[in-house]
């Protein structure tokens, strides 16, 4: 099961900062194929109308309160509820807080500062799946140079939708095998693809789809916040399973939605500054996963994919596997205790940055 956590940047979405899109989506237009001129502009302009549309963290949007109710399926304990409530004075101040039973998640940004504190060590890849889901604008970024693969008019949940095949995606990557000596890369990777769908009338994000390995979003419905529009229903699927629905209960202007000093970091938070496009991480030094007598005797082979946050100190934090192979993820969790990183930057300051890891173990 891909929800079996061992333990997670937050997907590094202090505040959605990624929402603020039209960047990537610039870089998206510069790079079209020969003789795609008018795909790739197709492609560009129903990503950006989205992106208009949805990006509720633009200077115009004003003062807001969301709140959405989320539940989490396909645990071992049940099904678990909680509650997700967003404040923000666009662009620059936003709070966030994630309270499910257990888990409790605050985040923010502030006077050029993101902050974080929680009551775990280490992020559930649930909670992961849920700041993916949230973040409906994180889906609407490429990586420089991507450009538009294919369009095609599809029925997504019984709405005629436009879908746009793009690659490579923003996710930074490192991709190793088993048994090589030479230090992986981290960066996005060239194979990387997303399929978005666009609802044809309204023009809203309806799916993002980036493979069989990792999760897909679906977007149902939409609630109002002057001329932007989020969705009302969202839902995350692990292949067909239902992993996480979450439901807007409130999305309303409140010009009291906090004053400038209840935007402030909580007490005893990690800080770093806020930044949207910082200096990716490097490995420096690694411990190769090798396989172990035990895995060999049984064949076990495949690779291994997990998200992790390289933090300001450069080592593995919250690494939480998606795609796991009987005792090879344990091999990897081992290993990456040892892998040291020159961590992401900020105009020069560390800055925790999430990635995935693919590990693959050949025959």
């Not at 302009?45 to 549309?53: D, P, T, V």
């Not at 003062?63 to 404040?87: N, S």
């Not at 029925?155 to 030479?182: F, N, Y």
């Not at 309303?252 to 806020?274: L, M």
Request: hydrophobic share 40%; with cysteine; glycine share 10%.
């Amino acid at each position: 099961m891909r929800s079996r956590t061992v333990v997670g940047p937050s997907a590094l979405r202090p505040a959605w900062p990624t929402l603020v899109v039209l960047a990537g989506i610039a870089v998206l237009s510069a790079a079209p194929a020969p003789g795609a001129g008018d795909e790739q502009q197709r492609g560009v302009a129903l990503i950006a109308r989205a992106a208009q549309l949805e990006n509720l963290l633009a200077p115009d949007t004003g003062r807001f309160r969301l709140r959405v109710h989320v539940k989490l399926f396909g645990l071992v304990d049940g099904t678990r509820e909680g509650e997700v409530l967003f404040l923000a004075a666009p662009p620059s101040q936003s709070f966030e807080v994630v309270r499910f039973p257990g888990y409790m998640e605050m985040t923010g940004l502030t006077d050029g500062q993101a902050w974080r504190k929680r009551n775990v060590i280490d992020k559930p890849f649930r909670f992961h799946e849920v700041s993916q889901l949230l973040d409906v604008a994180s889906h609407l970024r490429l990586a420089p140079g991507g450009t538009v693969r294919s369009i095609s008019q599809q029925t997504v949940g019984g709405r005629p939708a436009s879908c746009v095949e793009t690659g490579p995606t923003a996710a930074l990557w490192q991709r190793d095998i088993a048994g090589r000596a030479k230090v992986p890369e981290v960066g996005p990777w060239k194979d990387s693809r997303a399929t978005l769908c666009f609802d044809a009338d309204t023009g809203a994000l309806l799916s993002a789809d980036y493979g069989k390995e990792l999760p897909r979003f679906e977007y149902e419905g939409q609630v109002a916040l002057g001329a932007k529009a989020y969705p009302k229903t969202m839902r995350c699927f692990e292949g067909k399973e239902l992993a996480v629905e979450a439901t807007v209960v409130e999305l309303v202007a409140d010009s009291g939605a906090q004053t400038e000093d209840g935007f402030a970091a909580a007490a005893g938070a990690d800080r770093w500054p806020a930044c949207e496009t910082p200096v990716p991480p490097s490995l420096v030094t690694k411990k190769d996963a090798g396989v172990d007598t035990y895995a060999k005797a049984r064949r076990k082979f495949g690779t291994v994919i997990a998200l992790a946050e390289v933090g300001t100190d450069g080592l593995i934090h919250d690494l939480a596997f998606i795609q796991a192979h009987g005792v090879l993820h344990d091999n990897v969790k081992k290993a990456s205790k040892e892998w040291k990183y020159a961590p992401a930057t900020c105009n020069g300051v560390p800055v925790p940055s999430e990635i995935y890891i693919a590990y693959t173990f050949m025959p």
